[in-house]
């Protein structure tokens, strides 16, 4: 596993540009059986209001309905993600820190979306 670890962070160093690391993404993702997968680049919090970047194989209309949307600032993923030192899965995150009726709601919608 560390091998393929290693080979997945010097592949995504060497990327020359977004496309490129999104095929290095793809690839790692699907050697560890995940079918999605997504990356987002968090702001510091003095550029809230910065759209955030997202890399993954969701449907582009999602993705960008997220944006628009302003997701982002409710995603208990994005918000809770990031204070985790250990790996762990969304359903497992959002039981620990418990969701609010906005994001119950962007969860149905993302399942809704497809």
């Not at 993702?29 to 702001?43: P, T």
């Not at 609010?100 to 809704?112: I, L, P």
């Amino acid at each position: 596993m560390l091998n393929g670890l290693e080979d997945f962070i010097t592949r995504a160093h060497s990327a020359q540009d977004l496309d490129e690391l999104c095929i290095i993404f793809e690839k790692a993702m699907a050697q560890f059986g995940f079918e999605r997968w997504a990356y987002q680049v968090l702001s510091a919090a003095h550029e809230k209001d910065r759209a955030p970047v997202i890399l993954s194989n969701y449907p582009s209309d999602w993705v960008a309905h997220y944006i628009e949307q302003q997701y982002n600032r409710i995603d208990p993923i994005v918000l809770a993600g990031p204070k985790e030192v250990d790996p762990f899965t969304w359903a497992h995150l959002c039981d620990k820190v418990g969701l609010n009726k906005k994001q119950s709601d962007f969860f149905g919608e993302a399942r809704d979306f497809g």
